[in-house]
């Protein structure tokens, strides 16, 4: 996959007023979150984080008064954003979570970071976060405290002059890569069962700081695509290239010929963007390549990424839903067409009727309910029921070793899961019964906010 067209500026910022992006993400609505402002190594000194919705509008999110900006951010599966904080002070530095009410939190132990900077979720919503100086990988498990993962000279930078190691992270089926800033290369770093970190492996580049030649050097943001090929942005360099993870070969796909000025954090886009990049144009330091749009998020296409998994034709007949897989870092998606009667001849064409994110890794089934009203869609670490008219959430069924398959029962009431532990599961699929078993096991009420995050709900049924 490579760009088919130059990149078109998606939102562009003033850079007089400081506004200069480096972090990225996108949430399973389209929303994107953008960190902005000057880094600490040309003075700091202002910071904020911007929601850009899909039709434009920004609203300002969090701010950091005296500077520095925000670095690498990240969104979970229930839609809460993440962000590094590398202030270099233990009393702020970080990782925070922005809750719904604009207040930040910092997580447990995450004050020992020394500079936090990219983030990445794997399946079980634990959050890795890269820590540049001292050449570290951080895993903060889902609702833990952080813990240093793996410290390795392949993570280190070259020092004295260029000390920033580990930068941009990013997750493959049991993997995590990770880009060295300083050294040029991209590191590769099995995760093991009992998910401790296994021996890092130099995936592409050089890894010589004497090297004349770093054909890497600067890479910083990553993002993979269903092939696991590594897209990654080498902001020293003002360049996106593409790297073969079999041999760790480089292409070239776009330089400040094209407008890139330091371009620092890059995501798939989803749903109608979903064959697309959306990468920060971070335009710090000059000269500035003519081509630049200057401070900007920008937009390339760069193939076709979706691979469709699973069929499902409704129980009437009158629809089909079609399960796709839209890249590693984004999810899947799901399109349910409506098609036509019988009365309609063969050569009548289906409609597009619904289509809905699913940001749990990929789509790996999609089954109808027996009255068709809802539909399971199973992933890596849950089977989430949809509404079928909608494509509302309704619940989400969480099982962490990975669900491969889930089929109704003839009446509707179970769901059989079939996954990577060699076991078939039975759950219940009516939120009633799921509410009576998990009443019948918690010793308190749940809180509004734990049925809003758990149950998908406004309130809590039956208070």
Known sequence: ?????????????????????????????????????????????????????????????????????????AVDA???????????????QGVYRLTSDGDSERLPGTEAIILANGLAFDNDASLFVSDSIPGAIWRIPSGGSAEMWLQHDLLAGCLPDDPFGANGVALWDGKLYAAN????????????????????????GVG????????????????????????????????????????GA?????SGEDGLHEPASVT??????????????????PPVPPASPGPAVLRVDVGDPTIIWKLAFSHDSSRLAVGYDSGADVGGQVVIWQLPGPDAGLTAEPEIALQFEHNTGWVAGVNFSPDDTVLSVPGLNRVSLHDAQTGASIIDLFKPSGANDAVFSPDGRMIALSGNDGFVHLMAANLDELLTLANSRLTRKLTTAECQEYLHVDDCPNG
Not at 78 to 92: D, F, I, Q, V, W
Not at 181 to 204: C, F, H, N, Q, R
């Open 1 to 73: 996959m490579e760009p088919t067209n130059k990149p078109e500026v998606v939102s562009s910022f003033d850079a007089a007023r400081s506004e200069l992006p480096e972090g990225i993400a996108i949430d399973n609505e389209g929303n994107i979150y953008v960190s902005l402002g000057p880094p600490l190594f040309v003075g700091g000194g202002f910071g904020e984080i911007w929601k850009i919705s899909p039709d434009g509008t920004t609203t300002t999110l969090a701010q950091f008064e005296g500077g520095p900006p925000a670095a690498g951010l």
């Open 78 to 92: 229930s839609g809460n954003l993440y962000y590094a904080y590398p202030s270099g002070e233990e009393e702020t």
């Open 181 to 204: 800033t300083g050294k040029g290369i991209l590191v590769s770093v099995p995760i093991l069962p009992d998910g401790s970190a296994g021996e890092p492996e130099m995936a592409a």
């Open 208 to 247: 010589d700081c004497d090297a004349e030649i770093k054909d890497l050097y600067g890479m910083d943001g990553i993002a993979l695509d269903v092939e696991e090929n590594i897209y990654a942005l080498l902001v020293l360099q003002s360049k996106l290239v593409k790297i073969d993870p079999a041999d």
């Open 250 to 254: 480089s292409t070239l796909l776009l």
């Open 268 to 285: 798939f886009g989803i749903g109608e963007v979903n064959q697309s990049i959306l990468f920060t144009n971070y335009a710090v330091l």
